[in-house]
T-cell receptor
Framework: SQQGEEDPQALSIQEGENATMNCSYK?????LQWYRQNSGRGLVHLIL?????REKHSGRLRVTLDTSKKSSSLLITASRAADTASYFC????????????FGSGTQLTVLP | NAGVTQTPKFRVLKTGQSMTLLCAQD?????MYWYRQDPGMGLRLIHY???????AKGEVPDGYNVSRLKKQNFLLGLESAAPSQTSVYFC????????????FGPGTRLLVL
């Protein structure tokens, strides 16, 4: 079963615009991570936010976590063509079998 | 450091054939994982290992076996390949727990005819 689900499934924006993608999950979590996957490549870790944190920044990335709504958002500011990729959230549920559960991803296209 | 490497990059098998995928990491990580990724889906955990000599089942273990004889290597075996195992396989590793950052290899694309 997939714990995290991203929304939207696909997003197309112009270079310089901000991109926001969302992740919803079903059960309580220890932490939530965001990963990026360029076409035909492996996943690259972007940011990890723990359940007791509400917001985290890393460069042009801003992640929020609302545990009451069981949701997270990833904001990429001033997007670049190189940001074109699929973005996945991954959660580890409290008390679960020991694994990260990945969503199905948001495909972001940044047009030059 | 090479990070996480996978061999081979691409393979075509006939139904019923067997093969082994090799994953190697040079980061001295304790934990290693095998995932599969199918179109339109996220990654699903096949098997994982929390240290040399250990293995455990993930979400979709059927039809696969694994071994972790050396800390740096994690092997995924398909004893009798089926078309349903056509997928992209990713290996990953992490230092001290499953919940922390995982480092991924470039993937192995497998086609079973």
């Amino acid at each position: 079963s997939q714990q995290g689900e991203e929304d939207p499934q696909a997003l197309s924006i112009q270079e310089g615009e901000n991109a926001t993608m969302n992740c919803s999950y079903k059960t309580s979590i220890n932490n939530l991570q965001w990963y990026r996957q360029n076409s035909g490549r492996g996943l690259v870790h972007l940011i990890l936010i723990r359940s007791n944190e509400r917001e985290k920044h890393s460069g042009r990335l801003r992640v929020t976590l609302d545990t009451s709504k069981k949701s997270s958002s990833l904001l990429i500011t001033a997007s670049r063509a190189a940001d074109t990729a699929s973005y996945f959230c991954a959660t580890d549920a409290t008390g679960s079998a020991r694994q990260l559960t990945f969503g199905s991803g948001t495909q972001l296209t940044v047009l030059p | 450091n090479a990070g996480v490497t996978q061999t081979p990059k691409f393979r075509v098998l006939k139904t019923g054939q067997s093969m082994t995928l090799l994953c190697a990491q040079d980061m001295n990580h304790e934990y290693m994982y095998w995932y599969r990724q199918d179109p339109g889906m996220g990654l699903r955990l096949i098997h994982y290992s929390v240290g040399e000599g250990t293995t455990a089942k993930g979400e979709v273990p059927d039809g696969y076996n694994v071994s972790r004889l050396k800390k740096q290597n994690f092997l995924l075996g398909l004893e009798s390949a089926a078309p349903s195992q056509t997928s992209v396989y990713f290996c990953a590793s992490s230092y001290f727990s499953i919940q922390e950052t995982q480092y991924f290899g470039p993937g192995t694309r497998l086609l079973v005819l």
